[in-house]
């Protein structure tokens, strides 16, 4: 699956952004698209992530009750909307599909996810 990434961003802390992932290929039933980003210096990270039938949502702890996690089947495109935004939220923002997904729960590990987009920065000034 192609993948592509879009709205970075630069913004003040308390600021929002939405986020976009678009998929260039069919998105099984099964399939989970998930959020995860890389900070300068760390390991890339998972961020919130949710299945394509049901729209099950899983959330990092980080992030829950401001990030939400949503998707368009007619546009085949996922979103993340990054409310209440911190500066160490900053990291460069991917997204990925995890093709082999079976029962709950959603998985969060990087290795688990098979087909990557582009990064698209997201940066949060104090």
Do not use: H
């Amino acid at each position: 699956v192609q993948l592509q990434a879009f709205g970075r961003g630069l913004v003040q802390a308390g600021g929002f952004l939405r986020l976009s992932c678009v998929s260039f290929g069919v998105l099984y039933s099964n399939y989970v698209v998930g959020w995860f980003r890389q900070a300068p210096g760390k390991e890339r990270e998972f961020v919130a992530a949710i299945r394509w039938r049901d729209r099950d949502p899983r959330y990092a702890e980080s992030v829950k009750g401001r990030f939400t996690i949503s998707r368009d089947s007619a546009r085949n495109t996922v979103f993340l909307q990054l409310n209440m935004l911190k500066p160490e939220d900053t990291a460069i923002y991917y997204c990925a599909t995890d093709n082999f997904a079976r029962r709950p729960p959603i998985a969060t590990p990087t290795r688990s996810y098979d087909d990557w987009g582009q990064g698209t920065q997201v940066t949060v000034s104090s």
